[in-house]
């Protein structure tokens, strides 16, 4: 199981496909996912949309999304 500080610090890494991967884990925290939903790629961002555990006050930010 991946700690939560090391998942804080995958939410800045350079490749959109370890955010993305971050954006699909059942576990991680709404902190996590708010960071996630104000990521720069918009094929992050639909990641997380497809996360089933994620809070709808973040898919209803997403869903104002213009990607």
Do not use: F, G
């Not at 955010?19 to 991680?28: F, P, T, V």
């Amino acid at each position: 199981q991946t700690s939560i500080s090391i998942l804080n610090k995958l939410t800045s890494d350079r490749s959109d496909c370890v955010r993305a991967a971050i954006a699909l884990r059942k576990d991680i925290s709404e902190e996590i996912a708010v960071v996630l939903a104000n990521d720069p790629s918009a094929y992050v961002r639909h990641r997380l949309v497809c996360n089933p555990n994620i809070p709808v006050k973040i898919i209803e930010l997403l869903s104002k999304d213009k990607d």
